[in-house]
């Protein structure tokens, strides 16, 4: 299993450039089998989320050519309508899968995601939502079965604002019959790159990125070109990297218009920042002061960048209190981020943070992408040396990191099982 080495202790500068969004690519490339055209995306970040994503909608018969960052898709064709337990086990996103295929081919039958390192995450309202269009739901041996001769419009009301199962019932409700109305979708910017794709196609939808969408189903989509936008979180994580090491970073295109509360966040935490269109000017010369952060759905701040906030407060003076509505267990990286001399207790979905503490470098385990993104924040701020385990985790969603980190100045490697040191580019 692959480790990742780092020497802390450099201040990082430089220039990143960021990805486009796994959490948009993955719902856009499912949704390619909404339809038989050619489908050509381009800023697919090389992850291995995506890479998994290419392979179920191989698996589902789609033709499906990556290069570098495009993607190549045509689903003319599709011979199965089964998303088997080997992929949505490495990939909860796969069940992304699910309302295209009822759509279009009438059936799915798509392995039951498990729990995962950061709480239960059913997917209730996604089957929920699919029944109220006419869906027959069932579950067997730990598969959803869904049949649908043509699903049919309806007035769905989500629980809970829900990311893939709003991207979920937006696809399903792009082919159905009459009209369909989403309240309290959820309101990510991923949801409306995913509906300005679909209405390229030739979609019928109105409201992406509000709590009400309302889509009026069409007989069929066509093919069409897309570019994903920026990941608002590979963004956020390297502004981070350069606020926790007290250094000058400049992110090239990403989208600071996606980013209000993180941004407004750090700038409560003191750091400084230049924003342009496209491009963040991070300067982090000042001293870092303690805050308080509620994760919620979008607009609101992202769990997604809870991780590192907490890894940064460390850094800060004063008690920072971070709050996670989100997720009911994400604070795996708390007990490893302590082993490294943090002084974090977590109360419930609170973590308390007594800040200003000099981290130093020891091995740690990652548990899940986001908090093995917090560990390496910590290594890059840590004296000496830390080892991180299961980076695996990270490969998931992060395109290129240590290659990026160094251009930034640091000092980090990856290590094969079983080999002294092998960079990898
Ligand atoms: C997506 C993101 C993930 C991010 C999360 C929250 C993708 C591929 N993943 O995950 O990175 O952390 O949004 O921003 O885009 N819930 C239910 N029933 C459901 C569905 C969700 O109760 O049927 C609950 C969940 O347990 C959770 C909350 O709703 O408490 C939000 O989860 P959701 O938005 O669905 O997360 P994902 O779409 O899985």
């Known amino acids: 299993m692959d480790r990742t080495i780092i020497t802390g202790g450099t201040p990082l500068r430089g220039e990143v450039q960021i990805s486009g969004a796994k959490n948009a690519a993955l719902p856009i490339l499912a949704s ?3 339809g038989g055209g050619e489908c050509v995306i381009t800023n697919v970040p090389r992850v291995v989320d995506v890479v998994t994503m290419g392979k179920l909608l191989g698996i589902l018969g789609a033709k499906v050519h990556y290069e570098d960052n495009r993607a190549v898709i045509n689903a003319a064709v599709i011979t199965s309508t089964q998303a088997p337990y080997d992929l949505v086990k490495t990939m909860r996103a796969s069940v992304l899968v699910l309302g295209p295929l009822l759509a279009r081919w009438g059936e799915a039958t798509v392995s039951m995601p498990g729990g995962c390192a950061i709480g239960s995450r059913p997917v209730n309202l996604h089957l929920a939502g699919l029944a109220k269009m006419g869906a027959d739901v069932s579950m067997e041996h730990g598969y959803i079965r869904a049949k649908a001769k043509r699903l049919t419009g309806a007035q769905i009301y989500c629980d809970t604002p829900t990311v893939t199962g709003t991207e979920n019932l937006m696809m399903a409700a792009s082919l159905a019959q009459g009209t369909t109305v989403i309240e309290n979708a959820a309101k990510e910017p991923e949801i409306v790159d995913l509906a300005n794709f679909l209405m390229k196609r030739g979609a019928r939808i109105d409201g ?3 709590d009400v969408i309302t889509i009026e189903g069409v007989r069929e989509l066509h ?3 897309h570019d994903v ?3 608002r979180i590979e963004a956020g994580t390297y502004l981070v990297a350069g606020a926790i090491t007290r250094g000058a970073v400049t992110l090239n295109r990403c989208r600071p218009n996606h980013m209000d509360a993180l941004l407004m966040k750090l700038r409560e935490a003191g750091v400084e920042m230049q924003v342009d269109k496209e491009q963040i000017h991070l300067n982090a010369a000042s001293r870092l002061k303690g805050i308080d952060i ?3 759905p979008y607009p609101g701040f992202p769990t997604d960048m809870q991780a590192q906030m907490v890894a940064l407060m460390t850094a800060a003076e004063g008690t920072s209190v971070i709050t996670e509505t989100v997720f009911e267990s994400r604070f795996m990286h708390v007990e490893e981020l302590r082993r490294m001399g943090a002084d974090i207790k977590v ?7 007594t800040g200003a503490s000099r981290l130093a470098g020891a091995p ?3 548990s899940d992408l986001r908090a093995s993104a917090g560990l390496v924040l910590a290594g890059l701020a840590a004296e000496g040396t830390t080892e991180i385990l299961r980076v695996y985790h990270l ?3 992060y395109e290129r990191m240590e290659e990026k980190l160094r251009g930034l100045g640091a000092t980090i490697s990856r290590h094969k099982e079983g080999t002294a040191s092998a960079e990898i580019h």
């Not at 109360?347 to 308390?352: H, I, K, L, P, Q």
């Open 32 to 34: 390619t089998i909404l």
């Open 208 to 210: 992406a990125g509000s």
């Open 223 to 225: 093919g069409s070109d």
């Open 229 to 231: 936008i920026p990941d």
């Open 294 to 296: 509620r994760t919620l």
């Open 347 to 353: 109360e419930g979905n609170r973590a308390v943070v």
């Open 364 to 366: 740690v385990m990652a």
């Open 395 to 397: 490969d998931r969603g």
